[in-house]
């Protein structure tokens, strides 16, 4: 009966377009009549002749653009409508392809660490990351040579290389703070998003690219970086290849920052080591398992992902936090307090081992990434049917699947009070602490995929960072720089919200990464020692 007025509904309007064709040509009625079929067939298909061996499927009446438009409208809002009118596993029609959703921990782990034999994350992701990051790396290699590429990033981010961040990134926000025009006097109202992805790329370039590259972000690499960007928008799933204006310029980004790099690793060579804990320094003396020393021209593409792979998340993680700390600026306070009680009342300059001594800091960042992971849904390609446990379904091997932890980190079986934003829930003993299910990661199996050990368990509703072969390896290097970023704009600043409300601005999905919808304004206030 469901489906049956889900039609009905659908297919009122066209019905009604239909008919207002009385007085269109030929050619018209033809075209339309031709439609309309195709749209009857494809209900009639969905309702008729089921395959009883596969996931259900989102009724949709367009056969190729299917759910597209609902589910890009709000993802995590269309999947957890269909989850409650399907269960845990269905399937919707994304952009031609038939998309297998599994939510929930089990589906997390079927997804997450499926074999290499049965998954790909490279056949779905290469197409929009290859033009931005260039040729030879991530998604453009085999899986073992990424596995091999993510353990020379991994093992640069070592303790040393942290504690010379801290203070980097920590003069990075002071001088941004007392040089920005919109931060003039005493208070004001602020967009800001756009100081976060500021204050991201200054932050990321300065620690893991060096000065060199810091220093020229400011000039021509703001701009750059912006061109390739826009080789991200999910357009680009389908029209990567055309000679379009964005692809031109992408392209142009691609290959002149690249060469930036590689000038730079040029110069730094003759000029011999001086010491520096960087990443370019890192991967340009790092050899591959068969002798083979990295090129310069995949260290320069290395260097391009790990840039857009934090800038994305981590700006709009650290927005999200700004927002929620205006929505809350009782909780700014208490991290105020939090500083003065572990480091001391004049607050000295902050230290990588200061961050373990600020549990609500760290905490401020965890919840945040629960109710705002700014990776909504993580794809992969079947290269070979799975049949789903505890089931008769078989996906095959022409679906993509869909893991969406995000689902789960907001599921009251797991969160009490779900979408609060309660960063105390992750104290023990709070009343709103998550159910004994979401371990923590000590507790967790390990494996070695290749860049070390990582916690397999992905039968977890709470992965902000992924898991499996594919997991995050910025994850701790981004929780250094949130917390630098959070502690320094504390000891500055007090945020409330403009109208003094509790509201939350809403979530804008248009680009591959989630972010909070602009303008997001906040009020700020100097902290009167500040
Ligand atoms: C709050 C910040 C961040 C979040 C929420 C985040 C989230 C994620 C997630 C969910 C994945 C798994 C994607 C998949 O399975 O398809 C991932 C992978 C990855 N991330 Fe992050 N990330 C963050 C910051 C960073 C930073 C700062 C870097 C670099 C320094 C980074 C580098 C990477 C890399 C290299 C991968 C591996 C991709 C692969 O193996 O396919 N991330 N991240």
Redesign the pocket.
Known sequence: MGVLQDISVQLEPLAQRFFQLGTASQVGVVFASAVGLIILLNVVQQIFFKNPNEPPVVFHLVPWFGSTVTYGIDPPKFLKANRAKYGDVFTFVLLGKKTTVMVGPQGNDFI?NGKLKDVS??DI?TPLTTPVFGKDV??DCPNSK?ME??KF?KIA?TTEAFRSYVPIIADEVTTYFKKNPDFKGRSGIVDIPKKMAQLTIFT?SHT?QGKEIRDQIDETLADLYHDLDMGFSPINFVLHWAPLPWNNRRDHAQRTVAKIYMDTMKSRRQRGDDGAQD?MRHLMNSTYKDGTPVPDHEVAHMLI???M???H??S??SSWIMLRLAQHPEIMEELYQEQVKALGADLPPLTYEDLAKLPLHANI?KET?RLH???HS???KVKSPMPVPGSNWVIPDTHTLL?A?VVSATDPAYFPNPDTWDPHRWEAGNPNAPTSIVRSEEDEEKFDYGYGLVSKGAASPY?????????????Q???V??QTIVAMIVRMFKFSNPDGSRNIVGTDYQSLFSRPLEPANIRWERRENA
Do not use: D, W
């Open positions: 997450l994350a490279e992701y991530v998604y990424l590429q993510k990033m981010l990321a893991l990443m992902a790990l840039l792979a934090g800038q998340s981590s709009s993680t960042i990434l992971a700014p990776i993580v794809m992969r893991a932890p992965l902000p960072f992924g898991a499996g072969r594919h997991r995050c390896i910025g994850e290097f981004a929780n720089q949130l």
